[in-house]
């Protein structure tokens, strides 16, 4: 959480940076735990390099999108979050 709070200025402590550092990892591991749903949805014969290539790629692409949301000051703040979380 500490890093990825660096990259986007807001604080780590918060129930919204620990679910975005969640749904990070998420979009990482469902390669590994479902690889054979997504071999078959991406027409691929094998997870090789280039594959591989191609997700780390997309990931940055997300990773990079998601700082620039968070530095603009678009995402939700963390007391909306809180509101929700309470209704």
């Not at 919204?16 to 054979?36: D, E, P, S, W, Y």
């Not at 997309?58 to 999108?65: E, G, S, V």
Request: aromatic share 6%.
């Amino acid at each position: 959480c500490q890093l990825l709070a660096i990259a986007t200025g807001e604080r780590a402590d918060t129930c919204a940076m620990r679910a975005l550092v969640f749904t990070l990892i998420g979009q990482t591991m469902h390669f590994k735990n479902c690889q054979a749903v997504v071999l078959h949805q991406m027409g691929w014969c094998e997870f090789g390099p280039k594959q591989a290539g191609m997700v780390i790629d997309t990931l940055k692409d997300n990773l990079r999108a998601i700082i620039a949301y968070h530095r603009a000051g678009k995402a939700m703040s963390p007391q909306k979050h809180l509101e929700l979380l309470d209704t």
